[in-house]
């Protein structure tokens, strides 16, 4: 079967190019052309064009560039197959980034929406809705949207047991304390940015998908004459 060509998907490739110095500088494309040939991501002739060159450096640097260019299948993810087995550290250096391309693709969605939908104020029961989505890190959450500690304790002490309830009441604090400050927008743009936080996207997709349907201008109804 022939080696598949291309670019690599964005993500794999911004994975490959943030580390790129570090591969070059840790690994020796010697100890992997083998077993890159034996999984389909490398040709003979590849193998041999950087077995040929005259050092290390070269040669890894030689591998990363046939690696980008290696298709949009499989080849990232054979190729982290073949570098567990001789540069473990690597291979975990790799798998921990997280890229700009990921993180900007899961809200895409979003991003993509009206103007007027970002500017929307969240209603008692969008607040609601959207708290349910929100789960372990939503204190971070709280504190970035301006509320305080205090704030916090005290809708806690009246609500120890139902988080989504929590959240919900902190929640329309901020919309009452921001006014028309308190947009879908700025809210998201906290999600996004909080570290650690368990959240369910898809649910919170849906939810405002709705808010943004039901906020659409009717369209006028056409007559014949």
Not at 50 to 57: G, T
């Amino acid at each position: 079967m022939p080696v598949k060509k291309g670019k690599l998907k964005p993500d794999d490739e911004a994975k490959i190019r943030s580390n790129y110095l570090f591969i070059t500088e840790q690994v020796d494309a010697r100890d992997l052309t083998g077993g890159l040939y034996q999984e389909n991501v490398f040709t003979v002739d590849d193998v041999e064009e950087i077995e040929a060159l005259p050092s290390r450096a070269k040669r890894t640097e030689k591998m990363l560039s046939l690696l980008l260019g290696s298709g949009p299948g499989e080849a990232y993810n054979n190729f982290l197959k073949v570098l567990k087995v001789a540069y473990d550290h690597v291979a975990e250096a790799l798998e921990a980034t997280s890229t700009e391309v990921e993180q900007n693709s899961t809200w895409t969605w979003f991003d993509e929406m009206s103007d007027e939908t970002k500017s929307m104020t969240i209603s008692d029961g969008d607040s609601s809705r959207i708290s349910s989505k929100i789960g372990t890190g939503w204190e971070k959450v709280i504190l970035c949207l301006g509320l305080t500690n205090v704030n916090i304790s005290q809708v806690q002490s009246k609500h120890p047991n139902d988080r989504t309830l929590v959240i919900t009441n902190l929640l329309i604090r901020w919309r009452q304390s921001k006014g028309r400050a308190a947009t879908l927008q700025s809210l998201v743009q906290v999600l996004r940015e909080v570290d650690d936080l368990e959240l369910d996207i898809e649910g919170l997709k849906t939810v405002i998908l709705n808010m943004s349907s039901r906020h659409e201008p009717a369209r006028p109804i056409e007559t014949s004459l």
